[in-house]
């Protein structure tokens, strides 16, 4: 393919041919050439243009209704996350009181670590994969510590196959097989950080039971990127952020899981937003929880951070996730297609290349000038990140990326591999 950038934008019939939005509902980056080419949704989503009116909306409620905003106005603030939650579980895979819009990711992973990781004897171990983010490696390693264990005794890792180097399955049914009689839980990623691959998360739990080991999941590049089906799947529990792929803005509030078979657990971390709402204003001694994944919650909604995660769900649900899918497929193939023809003496797809294995984001492994390559990539104009020492992340999004993007990004590739 050629190496020069086209200077205005393209028609492509690929893009054409699509029923879904582009780039009409959301705000793209600028430069003095216009907007530019983003594909860093696997890091921070766009904002969707409805979340600044119902930011708007949600302010004039707090200057025209102050404390009375809770229970009065046109969307009061104590049922605000209803149908949110509603979306959300859609787009997950699970039943409406299984999931719930709370807190932030790592915090959630701490509070469903309070209820989910019991140790018993010599069942205290917790398999995590080799490059899980450090954030979740942080939260596992202080459950352990205030437990008295030391992580590296606690902690087992699941390391990428060193002939595919990838994580396969049949080396983590070895390492349950050996350790079985010394774990509590499985905590892995739904796709991993660092190679965009998708676990199998159904066999992975699957596996765990066998072992009466619970299965929880970081779903942080999962959810909103890739089909789920938490529910059917059996997972016992898992979390996940909404400013990538969900375009909740940055910081915007997590999403947590718990399969209904374990509502009736009564050990965890509680607040007040958890207790149930016939008797949570009487301020008494005793915690009555709220059904299903409500009587995890700590605190009020945070009501000024949930308007653009709010836009972005509705549109979501507009689409639905199996058509965002066939889209994000049909994107990511074509960004392989245009990979695999250039020369490849200095990159590596990361990525495992079938589409039932990764989601949008495809991540590059460079050989050598990998910091000056992503940097002549950015100066044209397209936003992709770089991961330390040797990586390049890219995702188009299917709900503002188009065919053009991913031929702009190739062709800017393609120029600075020189």
């Known amino acids: 393919m050629s190496n ?69 106005g046109d969307s009061p603030w104590i049922e605000y996350l209803a149908a949110m939650d509603t979306q959300m579980a859609r787009i997950v895979g699970a039943k409406e009181n299984e999931v719930g819009i709370m807190n932030s990711l790592t915090a959630n992973i701490h509070f469903l670590f309070s209820g989910f990781y019991r140790p018993a004897g010599n069942k205290y171990k917790v398999i995590m994969e080799a490059t899980a983010f450090s954030s979740d490696h942080y939260a596992v390693a202080s459950h352990l510590e205030v437990r008295g264990v030391k992580p590296k005794e606690g902690i087992i890792f699941w390391h990428p196959n060193e002939a595919t180097g990838l994580y396969e399955v049949a080396d983590l049914r070895q390492l349950v097989s050996k350790h079985a009689d010394e774990l509590a839980l499985i905590f892995v990623g739904g796709i991993n950080y660092l190679n965009g691959q998708f676990l199998d998360i159904s066999a992975i739990t699957e596996l765990a039971h066998q072992h009466d080991i619970l299965a929880g999941f970081d779903l942080a590049h999962a959810a909103g990127n890739v089909l789920l089906d938490l529910h059917s799947w059996n997972v016992d529990f898992a979390c996940w952020c909404t400013y990538k792929y969900l375009n909740g803005g940055p910081g915007s509030p997590g999403g947590i899981f718990i399969h209904q078979r374990h509502h009736g657990r009564q050990i965890y971390f509680k607040g007040w937003w958890g207790n149930s709402m016939e008797n949570r204003f009487e301020m008494l001694n ?133």
């Not at 294995?357 to 002549?376: E, N, P, R, T, V």
């Open 4 to 72: 020069i950038l086209p200077t205005q934008r393209i028609e492509f019939d690929l893009d054409r041919n699509q029923t879904l939005p582009v780039s009409d509902q959301f705000y793209f980056p600028k430069d003095s050439l216009g907007d530019k080419t983003y594909l860093c949704g696997h890091s921070l989503g766009l904002i969707n243009k409805n979340a600044e009116p119902y930011l708007r909306k949600q302010l004039n409620n707090w200057k025209n209704l102050a404390v009375e905003g809770h229970f009065k």
């Open 286 to 418: 005793h915690f009555t929880p709220e059904k299903g994944v409500a009587g995890w919650q700590v605190s009020n909604p945070t009501i000024l951070a949930l308007p653009p995660l709010k836009a972005s769900l509705e549109i979501f649900d507009q689409f639905g996730m199996n058509q965002l899918r066939n889209k994000s497929i049909l994107l990511t193939s074509y960004l392989v297609e245009g990979l695999n023809n250039l020369n490849r003496e200095n990159f590596v797809i990361n990525t495992p290349v079938q589409a039932e294995m990764h989601g949008a984001m495809i991540c590059l492994k460079l050989k050598s000038k990998s910091q000056d390559i992503f940097d002549k990539i950015s100066t044209e104009g397209i936003i992709t990140d770089f991961r330390s020492p040797d990586t390049i992340r890219l995702a188009p999004h299917p709900l503002y990326n188009s065919f053009e993007d991913c031929f702009r990004f190739l062709a800017a590739f393609e120029k600075a591999l020189g």
